[in-house]
């Protein structure tokens, strides 16, 4: 068959004499055996745009507005273009059949379109030194679909298991968009327009219900101001006018999104090696350009409370207690003395996550670093099994870490945040976060030097938090109450003092109870009142409390 098929085309090409066989299509080849005209003809030239724009002579981030920026761009592809295919022009207008080729100039993938050409056009055009290929146009079929008799919208609700959407065939039954969101899959929509962003399960871990209605017009307008929403791949910084190499130095540092340089400063990225002042001062303009780190309405920041997601714990009286569950965009700790729930919690907390939000879950991923080695999969699997989920799914799901010690334990957010930028996380869980700290630095003469790395980790969390909106859930020891007696309740305390006050959001303490029931309490809330409820520990998890 190879035999046959290779003395074809030697035929074919001891019929267009002198051709560059290698610059021409073999199906074209075959039909010029046949023919001496073809039809639909594509010539490619060499220099792609994106060659072209990449250019050292192309100052386009210099220019003020963004039209400016792209009439510099289509009138360098056009100018390019001219240029490039100018002999061929010529050819063709020298040809026999130059009242049938009819060519058109396409100037963005830099080609000609010839509709007629002869064997002796195309033998001459592939001579050409800034021809690189000749071929048939590509021909496609267009979907039918049938006619639509109603303009009401079909449905308006969030429907599971889609593996494949014919978009055809669903417009034409009704269906018009609105509100639309497949579980955690990406739709294709622009998730950086401000009135789709809500739309997007892995925005700042906010959901927008099924009844939202698009605005054209709007949406229009925030494509022209390319306001960029939420978490955005650090590779945006390309379009402006950042290099490729530095931004690699970027993620080696551990950045990986346009919101972390955002959220930096100077200092922390003139210390990254090859970054200069002037290319901090740069990143750090461009990126605040594309995400909002200005001043807003409060009613704006009551709407996306609103649309915050919460994390079931798998107790009704806790949900109640939490007014939902845990909260995404924010760190929550839970203190307390040992078997009181603190990692059964994050356990639990690590199925849930993966739950759809209208079940009170985030529809993502989970990330444990473990610092105590009580990490227990099995664990995972009996949980998943109560919310009838497949315990492989569920492990595949959570990705695990063991840290050894305070630096590696910062180490593994910076691998963090690289995965998160990567794919969609809903819980970060650190228990504990301060088990190393304790034991990397004993004593009172080490005790500044324990509370600085320690606020660093928590800023990381902090960032990690506001950046990517997951809920972030660490957990905490207790120590001895030097300060215990009269007038203390408490002979015990949470280890972290008041940086660890501080950096945490919500600050929960659970206590033992009767048997297997326990006591959470909500200690520090900007939003919860000082209340508490009952729970216990099960087999499949966190439930109830049992009598």
Not at 246 to 264: C, E, P, Q, R, S
Request: with cysteine; aromatic share 4%; glycine share 8%.
């Amino acid at each position: 068959m190879v035999f046959v098929a290779r003395a074809l085309i030697a035929g074919v090409v001891a019929g267009v004499v002198g051709a560059d066989v290698s610059k021409i299509h073999p199906k074209l080849l075959q039909k010029l055996e046949s023919s001496t005209v073809a039809q639909n003809i594509i010539v490619e030239f060499k220099g792609t745009a994106e060659e072209v724009l990449a250019a050292p002579k192309l100052e386009a981030s210099s220019l003020a507005s963004r039209a400016e920026r792209g009439e510099l761009v289509r009138s360098t592809l056009v100018d390019h273009a001219a240029s490039a295919q100018a002999s061929a022009l010529k050819l063709i207008q020298s040809s026999k059949l130059e009242s049938t080729a009819e060519p058109t100039q396409l100037w963005i993938s830099n080609a000609l379109f010839i509709k007629s050409a002869e064997k002796d056009l195309i033998n001459a055009l592939a001579k050409l030194p800034e021809v690189a290929f000749v071929r048939p146009e590509a021909m496609g079929r267009l979907i039918t679909s049938e006619i639509s008799t109603s303009e009401a919208v079909a449905a308006n609700t969030t429907e599971w298991g889609l593996n494949i959407i014919q978009a055809p065939e669903v417009w034409a039954k009704g269906y018009r968009g609105q509100g639309v969101v497949v579980g955690s899959i990406d739709t294709g929509a622009l998730a950086n327009i401000r009135h789709l962003q809500a739309n997007s399960p892995s925005m700042s871990g906010m959901m927008q219900g099924a009844h939202y209605e698009h605005d054209a017009e709007m949406a229009e307008e925030d494509m022209g101001q390319a306001q960029i929403q939420g978490p955005c791949g650090i590779n945006a910084l390309e379009q402006s006018g950042i290099n490729t190499s530095d931004i690699n130095k970027l993620k080696d540092a551990g950045f990986h999104t346009v919101d972390a340089i955002a959220m930096a400063t100077k200092k922390q990225l003139i210390a990254i090696k090859g970054i200069t002042e002037a290319k901090a001062d740069k990143m750090i303009k461009a990126s605040r350009e594309m995400v909002n780190v200005g001043f807003t309405t409060a009613s704006d920041v009551l709407q996306s409370r609103k649309d915050l997601i919460t994390l079931t714990t798998g107790s009704t009286a806790l949900d109640e207690l939490l007014r939902g569950g845990f909260e995404t965009g924010s760190i929550t700790e839970m203190f307390g003395e040992f078997r009181t729930g603190k990692t059964q919690l994050c356990h639990q907390l690590c199925v849930t996550c993966q739950l759809p939000v209208d079940k009170g879950g985030g529809e993502g991923k989970a990330l444990y670093i473990d610092t105590e080695g009580t990490f227990r999969p099995q664990r995972l699997v009996a949980i998943a099994e109560r919310y009838g989920l497949d315990g492989d799914s569920v492990l595949d799901n959570v990705a695990f870490a063991r840290a050894y010690n305070s630096e590696h334990q910062m180490q593994l957010l910076s691998q963090a945040s690289a995965m998160m930028a990567e794919s969609r996380y809903a819980l970060v869980v650190v228990d504990s976060a301060t088990a190393l700290f304790r034991t990397d630095y004993s004593g009172r003469g080490e005790l500044a030097a324990r509370q600085q790395e320690l606020a660093k980790f928590l800023r990381a969390l902090t960032r990690m938090a506001d950046e990517f909106g997951v809920a972030v859930v660490i957990t905490n020891q207790m120590t001895a109450n030097p300060d215990s007696g009269m007038f203390s309740k408490d002979p015990l305390q949470p280890i972290g003092g008041n940086i660890m006050a501080h950096a945490s959001c919500t600050r929960l303490r659970l206590k033992k109870a009767r048997g297997e029931n326990r006591v959470m309490k909500v200690i520090d809330s900007p939003i919860l009142p000082e209340a508490e409820a009952m729970y216990s520990i099960t087999e499949q998890g966190i439930q109830d409390e049992q009598n």
